[in-house]
Nanobody
Framework: QVQLVESGGALVQPGGSLRLSCAAS????????MGWYRQAPGKQRELVAV???????NYKDSVKGRFTISRDNAKNTVYLQMNNLRPEDTAVYYC??????????????WGQGTQVTVSS
């Protein structure tokens, strides 16, 4: 089994910054893709940023230039640096990881979510 634990969510004023972290632990051989999603009240969960194993990264258009995803493979951790935050960024942020187990199976795991609120 694998656990993903997120941290870093908070209440921040518009224009402020936050850094989210997500650490994976458990029965992990390696991790392929790690990503961040968010879900605002009354809306569907949407992809914010994804980091493929290697240097490839993809972002939702509205966060390009403001958010940066990075990862520390040695620590099985993914980060989301969020700058110039806007009220529309308010949501619960979830991380996920596509974990390769020793068995050869790949399974996607999700964190429990961390609340980000952008408000004055």
């Amino acid at each position: 089994q694998v656990q993903l634990v997120e941290s870093g969510g908070a209440l921040v004023q518009p224009g402020g910054s936050l850094r989210l972290s997500c650490a994976a632990s458990g029965s992990i051989f390696s991790i392929n893709t790690m990503g961040w999603y968010r879900q605002a009240p009354g809306k569907q969960r949407e992809l914010v940023a994804v980091s493929l194993r290697g240097d490839s990264r993809n972002y939702k258009d509205s966060v390009k230039g403001r958010f940066t995803i990075s990862r520390d493979n040695a620590k099985n951790t993914v980060y989301l640096q969020m700058n110039n935050l806007r009220p529309e960024d308010t949501a619960v942020y979830y991380c996920n990881a596509d974990v390769l187990h020793l068995s050869g199976n790949v399974r996607r795991y999700w964190g429990q979510g961390t609340q980000v609120t952008v408000s004055s």
